[in-house]
């Protein structure tokens, strides 16, 4: 059974930072594309950023320079640290695993975590 598990969510002032961990179970993220979405109330999902399973990371425009995802596949874990942050960055972050593609223009990932709420005040 798969499980994806975020923590690391919060509040923070607007400049502030945080780093998202994405604890997987069931599937190994090496062979996964693994990415980040986000999504704020009244508004549709986005992805923020993505490792695809060639290493390459892909990041939203919104967040490129300020956000940087990783991974650590001993441990098995997705982070996603975010700094410089924004009022407009304030959404439920989500972490989410598929074998081919993550980066949702065409199908949703196959895999999806619970989400971890982060709020940015100004």
């Known amino acids: 059974q798969v499980q994806l598990v975020e923590s690391g969510g919060g509040s923070v002032q607007a400049g502030g930072s945080l780093r998202l961990s994405c604890a997987a179970s069931g599937l190994t993220i090496s062979r996964y594309c693994m990415g980040w979405f986000r999504q704020a109330p009244g508004k549709e999902r986005e992805g923020v950023a993505r490792?695809?399973?060639?290493?390459?990371?892909i990041y939203a425009d919104s967040v490129r320079g300020r956000f940087t995802i990783s991974k650590d596949n001993a441990k098995n874990t997705l982070y996603l640290q975010m700094s410089s942050l924004k009022p407009e960055d304030t959404a439920m972050y989500y972490c989410?695993?598929?074998?081919?593609?993550?980066?949702?223009?065409?199908?949703?990932?196959?895999?999806w975590g619970q989400g971890t709420q982060v709020t940015v005040g100004s």
């Open positions: 989410a695993a598929d074998p081919i593609s993550c980066s949702g223009s065409d199908r949703p990932p196959a895999y």
């Open positions: 490792i695809l399973i060639s290493g390459t990371s």
